[in-house]
């Protein structure tokens, strides 16, 4: 997204990345770039893919690479879902999902491993903090 590289900047914020990112497979995503080492990483994501649904299937969630967590919405059910296993999750069902969460914070950005059922396509942007 045009714009989000320097929104930190403008703000006379330091200490901050935002990026954003898409995702489509399982296995480990590496996130450069960043600058530094982040302490923590925020999240919002969602599915990529228009499948008719009536409800926003996505999530927000953190990471320290230690603990994960995400709020989410599930594409078959109305309800929402607090999780501790991903801090990032496109759930259609429990047959269509993509989620994934840190298992490094890097020097200069981090690394997600993914899980996927299906054939999920999720659109993410974060705010890494120093």
Known sequence: ?????????????G????GYFTRM????????????KPKIVIFIAAIAEDLGQTQQIGSS???DGTIHGCTCLRGDSVVTWTRDDF?????????NYIGGYITSL???????TWTMEGTSTVDCVYLAMK
């Open 1 to 13: 997204m045009p714009g989000l590289a320097s929104f930190g900047a403008l703000l006379g914020i």
């Open 15 to 18: 200490n901050v990345k935002i």
């Open 25 to 36: 497979a399982p296995g480990t995503q590496s996130i450069t770039g960043i600058g530094f």
């Open 61 to 63: 969630g953190f990471d």
């Open 87 to 95: 801090s990032i999750l496109s759930m259609v069902d429990e047959t």
């Open 106 to 112: 890097d020097e200069d950005g981090f690394t997600i």
